[in-house]
């Protein structure tokens, strides 16, 4: 069963509800996205009363004393500005946190979820007064991290590098995963410096980042959403727009400091001496130039941070790559340029959900005992919670971010 | 007598000509930048038949040998698009270099400048069929090496930190200005890791600098010039643009991480959830917008470079800045926020000016003994070529960048 087949049946048919063992979110300026599990074959609702979810659980086979839930985590984003989307979406769920269905017991204490990214402070009153729900907020930076570590020490294939149009899976040795540098290209940019679980510290980060992509383009360009702008830039070309060496040296290549004449001088410097409106350049010739600028940038300010510490990989996560072809060759280019191949680039398929992965992976400090899957996958390296089976979803081309993960949760 | 009168003179009668010894040019892709010596009270030519430079050079008291020009040093600057006023300014003057009138003897050999910048690449054939001059080219980063070399040895006051709406000027004893970082931002950003005279290297640059400045705020505002636009983001508040880490905290700092509500988390990042078009914004808060978004940025890059390699001392050139008070806060702010008051940013006078500077001082090597400034400078150090009297021209305030330093030069 697609797990986007039983959102949409959740969404379209509120009393075939799906049940949710577990669910936290990251609200951040541009995006909401949640991380939620939900067990396969679970009908318990339908009739099979009083059958809770602990009960539900089936031994695992050769892993003594664990239960285990066969299921799926699942991925999904909302825009921040539609957060009531997000709410609704919620309501049409049936949270069992903790072993019982509490959203449908409106007398018992209330439910607490998981949060973090600035939007749960924001966004705190708002959850209470729709869904009586609490959000209990983790730190952005911490959870960033957890996230982060868990998709690289436990889901197959999770990182991958990315240049000249070439893809390669890269499986990492968990011990010689660390140290690392994370960079999280949301609205703004962090670079975290990352020595283990709960070792990392914020070494520095950018305000140009996926706000200014799309903010710019949205002054620059009629688009009307993120991923329009994104898809507009596959055609462009920053030519058109920018100031490159060969402009400024006549056809030439500045060859003694390596610069060749198609580099980029300056980024929109064309647009000082043309004497043109914005709405004379193809809008797909500034969206190119947008976001290569951008990336670049990132690419280079990533690089020398790196440098700084002595790291050898960079591992970019956060919304704004969305898997874009050409933003993750920039990165790399620019990471390889600087570094003169010291350094290596490298993507996270869950890019955009290291935030609400790691608030979702923070409950077993509270309580939700069911889940103490961080706890279980830090213990225990050999007897993995999360088993993976298949990722869903195709991995080129797929700019919607929400997917899922089958995966079977050893209970505690 | 106040050389930009001279060259109001020259420019108003072609046949009140100013007497130029030497003159060299720096052609960017936004700037034309002209630094030239002018003799006071140069009266040779107007009947004083046969009496050339070289025998009126005056033989200077105490410094044994050295014959001297007094006069001044000029600086002056065109758009690069409008070139055709630069050569109609060249036109006027009389060429006095290698002690005759080369200019008035068309049947002698061409007169040989000395250029720099990719302008003098690209239009090379123009000054030759406008003014049968050749442009004698020298390499653009030994020219702004050697200009910003010069400048800090000999110009009193050329330095100074600007913080806080705070100048002070700083005397750099010589044997302690290196190793410094040259940040020269033009169109496009170099930085230049800088050892001593003719010791240096291109340690990186950006291309988010001058031209992005313009070329973005040319496209989102309806400024005609660049100073405009500079003038512009004075009023500015880059609150109703950009996006703030209170606007994702729900007011609050990020104190964890050491941002405050006011930091931006997202330049321009506003700009995606407001429902507004470019025209709904006011264009002084998008140009301040933009001018902190690049200055940060600058800064920040400067800053990891200087760290790389050790380095105490920033000095910020080109004419991006224009002695501008918020680009320097800017660029000082960044610097010590990201280096944690380890590394200084500072700035010169004659920031536009030195690959211009560098290129008028490369003389030496090809021949104009009269003007062996840069190895009287370097040999006799107690026997400064330049002795300046005074600066003209207000420091504050001062954009146009054309100005002139009182001088004496000894000639070998």
Redesign the interface.
Known sequence: MDPREIQTEANSDPNQSTHVYHLALDI???LAKLVYFTKDDDHFVDGEEGKSPRKALEKSKGRRNYPVLHGRLNFKKFE??KINDCIEFIKTMKLCLGGSQQQENPGSQPIALKAT???A??YTDLFKDRLGIILDKE???DCLVAGANFLLEVVPQEAFTYMGDQKQFVQIDQNELYPYLLVNI???VSMIKVEGDGKFE?V?G???????F???G???TKCKS?DELLELSYRGNNRA???L?G????G?D?S??GLSSTA??????????DNK??KD?KPEDIARSLLR?IS??IG??SY??A??FGLKRIFFGGFFIRRHPFTMDTLSVAVNF?SKGEAKAMFLRHEGFLGAMGAFMSSDKHGLKELLVNQVVQRTPNKLSFALDKIHGPLDGELNGDESIECSVYAA
């Open positions: 951040g300026g541009s921040t500005s990214g600035g939007g402070y924001v730190d952005e930076m949301g609205s703004g914020r520095s950018t305000s140009i980042g996926g706000g200014t799309w903010g710019l949205k002054l620059l993120f727009v920018d100031m060496v402009d400024i040296y006549g030439m500045y003694k400091i980029i001088a300056s980024s929109f410097g064309r647009a000082m001496s409106d914005c350049y600028m670049n940038n280079q300010i020398l941070n440098l700084r600087w």
